[in-house]
C-alpha cells in the first residue's frame, strides 16, 4: 500500500478510481477518494469513472439512477477533477468493462471472492436481495482498474480488499497468459482513509446510512452541515486528543479537520488545546463548510449547463473507450479467442 507521498515521487504512472452513483455522496467519499484524485491528476495520467454498473447491484429505480449518474458526472467536474488533464467518463459507456469481468471471471476463485468482507456485510444488510452481480461487484471492480493498466488506485479502506483481489487475478492472470496487466497498488490516504458516521463512530460514514444524523452529504446546506456537527457523538471527557481507540468521536472530528487542512493529527490536537467540545465541533463544521461550499457553487453551475456536462461525458467515454479496446484486445488474443 502506497502513501501519497511515496506516489508522488514516481512520474507518468496511471491512475484509476471510480465512486458509485448510489445517492449523495458524503465527507468519507471526499476524504477518502476525491482528495487524492484531484492530487495525483496533477502528477498522473487519470481515468476516473461514475461506476454505474456497480450500482446496479441495488437494482435501483432507473429514472434515480440515470439522475445520480449524471449529477455524480458534474460533481465530478465540480470538485476540480479536470477533463483536459483527466479522462472522466461512464463505466457503461465504455463495454469493455462487461467483457473484461467475464474473463477475469474465469480466472477469479469462487472462494476467494466469497471471502469479501463487503459481499458478506451487504448479503447480511438486504437479505432479500443478494444477487450474482453483488457477489461479481469485486471482479468488475477489477476488471475497472486492470483495462487501464493502472499504477495507482486511490481509495478509501473499505476498499483495500476489494484492490488484493484484483492484484491476485491480475497476477494469475499474468502467470498464465504471459504479462499482460500492470500489478496496481492502492493508494490510501495518510489521514481519513476511513470517516465515521457522525452519530456513531463505531462504523463507516457512509450514503446509505438509516440515520440522517451520520453522514455529512457534500451538497448539505451550511446550516444542516452545522447542525448535523453540534450534535456529532463523542464522549464524556472534555480533552480534545486523538486517540482513535479511546476516544472515537473526537478522533473522527479530527481526523476530519487535518485531513482537509492537511496537516497532521498531532497538529490539529495542538489547535484545540484548552478548547472544549463545543468549540471543537463549532471549527471543525467551519472547516467543511469553507471546503464544501465553493463546490456546491459550481456544481449548481454545472447542473444547469446540461448540454456542457453532456458533451464531456461522450469525450471521457471515446477516449477510455481507445485505451480499453487497446488491453481488450491483447487479453482476447492472449486468452486464444479468434
Ligand atoms: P464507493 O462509491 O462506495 O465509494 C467511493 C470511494 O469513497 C471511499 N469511501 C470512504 N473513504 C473514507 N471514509 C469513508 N467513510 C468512505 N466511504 C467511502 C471508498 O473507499 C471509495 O474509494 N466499488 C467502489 C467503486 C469502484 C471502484 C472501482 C473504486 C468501482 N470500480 C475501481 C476503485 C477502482 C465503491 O463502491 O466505492
Same mark, same amino acid.
Given at each position: 500500500?502506497?502513501?501519497?507521498?511515496? &506516489?508522488?515521487?514516481?512520474?507518468?504512472?496511471?491512475?484509476?478510481?471510480?465512486?458509485?452513483?448510489?445517492? @449523495?455522496?458524503?465527507?468519507?467519499?471526499?476524504?477518502?477518494?476525491?482528495?487524492?484524485?484531484?492530487?495525483?491528476?496533477?502528477?498522473? *495520467?487519470?481515468?476516473? #469513472?461514475?461506476?454505474?454498473?456497480?450500482?446496479?447491484?441495488?437494482?435501483?429505480?432507473?429514472?434515480?439512477? /440515470?439522475?445520480?449518474?449524471?449529477?455524480?458526472?458534474?460533481?465530478?467536474?465540480?470538485?476540480? !477533477?479536470?477533463?483536459? +488533464?483527466?479522462?472522466?467518463?461512464?463505466?457503461?459507456?465504455?463495454?469493455?468493462?462487461?467483457?473484461?469481468?467475464?474473463?477475469?471471471?474465469?480466472?477469479?476463485?469462487?472462494?476467494?471472492?466469497?471471502?469479501?468482507?463487503?459481499?458478506?456485510? $451487504?448479503?447480511? *444488510?438486504?437479505?432479500?436481495?443478494?444477487?450474482?452481480?453483488?457477489?461479481?461487484?469485486?471482479?468488475?471492480?477489477?476488471?475497472?482498474? !486492470?483495462?487501464? %493498466?493502472?499504477?495507482?488506485?486511490?481509495?478509501?479502506?473499505?476498499?483495500?480488499?476489494?484492490?488484493?483481489?484484483? /492484484? &491476485?487475478?491480475?497476477?494469475?492472470?499474468?502467470?498464465?497468459?504471459?504479462?499482460?496487466?500492470?500489478?496496481?497498488?492502492?493508494?490510501?490516504? /495518510?489521514?481519513? @482513509?476511513?470517516?465515521?458516521?457522525?452519530?456513531?463512530?463505531?462504523? $463507516?460514514?457512509?450514503?446509505?446510512?438509516?440515520?440522517?444524523?451520520?453522514?455529512?452529504?457534500?451538497?448539505?446546506?451550511?446550516?444542516?452541515?452545522?447542525? *448535523?456537527? +453540534? /450534535?456529532?457523538?463523542?464522549?464524556?471527557?472534555?480533552?480534545? +486528543?486523538?486517540?482513535? *481507540?479511546?476516544?472515537?468521536?473526537?478522533?473522527?472530528? !479530527?481526523?476530519?479537520? #487535518?485531513?482537509?487542512?492537511?496537516?497532521?493529527?498531532?497538529? &490539529?490536537?495542538?489547535?484545540?488545546?484548552?478548547?472544549?467540545?463545543?468549540?471543537? %465541533?463549532? +471549527?471543525?463544521?467551519?472547516?467543511?463548510?469553507?471546503?464544501?461550499?465553493?463546490?456546491?457553487?459550481?456544481?449548481?453551475? !454545472?447542473?444547469?449547463? $446540461? @448540454?456542457?456536462? #453532456?458533451?464531456?461525458?461522450?469525450?471521457?467515454?471515446?477516449?477510455?473507450? #481507445?485505451?480499453?479496446?487497446?488491453?481488450?484486445?491483447?487479453?482476447? %488474443?492472449?486468452?486464444?479467442?479468434?
Amino acid at each position: 500500500m502506497l502513501n501519497e507521498s511515496n &506516489a508522488a515521487e514516481k512520474p507518468q504512472k496511471i491512475v484509476f478510481s471510480a465512486i458509485q452513483p448510489t445517492g @449523495a455522496l458524503t465527507l468519507g467519499n471526499y476524504i477518502g477518494a476525491v482528495k487524492n484524485f484531484l492530487a495525483l491528476q496533477e502528477e498522473y *495520467k487519470c481515468y476516473y #469513472a461514475v461506476a454505474d454498473l456497480h450500482s446496479v447491484t441495488a437494482n435501483p429505480e432507473p429514472a434515480l439512477l /440515470r439522475k445520480n449518474t449524471l449529477d455524480l458526472f458534474a460533481l465530478f467536474l465540480a470538485f476540480g !477533477l479536470d477533463p483536459a +488533464r483527466s479522462t472522466l467518463f461512464v463505466q457503461s459507456h465504455v463495454p469493455f468493462h462487461t467483457a473484461l469481468t467475464w474473463v477475469l471471471n474465469c480466472n477469479t476463485a469462487f472462494g476467494e471472492a466469497k471471502r469479501m468482507t463487503q459481499f458478506k456485510d $451487504k448479503s447480511q *444488510k438486504s437479505p432479500q436481495n443478494v444477487n450474482v452481480g453483488l457477489f461479481d461487484y469485486p471482479v468488475l471492480m477489477a476488471a475497472d482498474i !486492470l483495462l487501464y %493498466k493502472a499504477d495507482y488506485v486511490p481509495i478509501g479502506k473499505d476498499q483495500n480488499q476489494h484492490l488484493e483481489l484484483t /492484484r &491476485a487475478v491480475a497476477e494469475r492472470f499474468n502467470a498464465r497468459y504471459g504479462a499482460t496487466f500492470t500489478v496496481p497498488e492502492g493508494v490510501n490516504p /495518510r489521514c481519513g @482513509a476511513k470517516i465515521f458516521s457522525l452519530a456513531n463512530p463505531a462504523v $463507516k460514514m457512509s450514503k446509505s446510512d438509516d440515520n440522517p444524523s451520520g453522514p455529512v452529504l457534500l451538497l448539505d446546506p451550511p446550516d444542516v452541515i452545522a447542525a *448535523k456537527f +453540534r /450534535r456529532a457523538v463523542t464522549d464524556s471527557e472534555t480533552v480534545v +486528543r486523538y486517540d482513535p *481507540k479511546n476516544k472515537p468521536g473526537v478522533s473522527n472530528l !479530527l481526523a476530519i479537520y #487535518a485531513s482537509l487542512l492537511d496537516i497532521k493529527t498531532s497538529k &490539529a490536537e495542538k489547535d484545540f488545546e484548552g478548547a472544549d467540545y463545543a468549540a471543537l %465541533k463549532s +471549527r471543525v463544521a467551519d472547516v467543511v463548510i469553507s471546503v464544501l461550499e465553493p463546490i456546491q457553487k459550481r456544481y449548481r453551475e !454545472l447542473a444547469a449547463d $446540461k @448540454a456542457s456536462v #453532456a458533451s464531456l461525458m461522450k469525450d471521457g467515454a471515446d477516449k477510455a473507450s #481507445a485505451a480499453a479496446y487497446r488491453t481488450m484486445s491483447k487479453v482476447y %488474443k492472449r486468452i486464444g479467442l479468434v
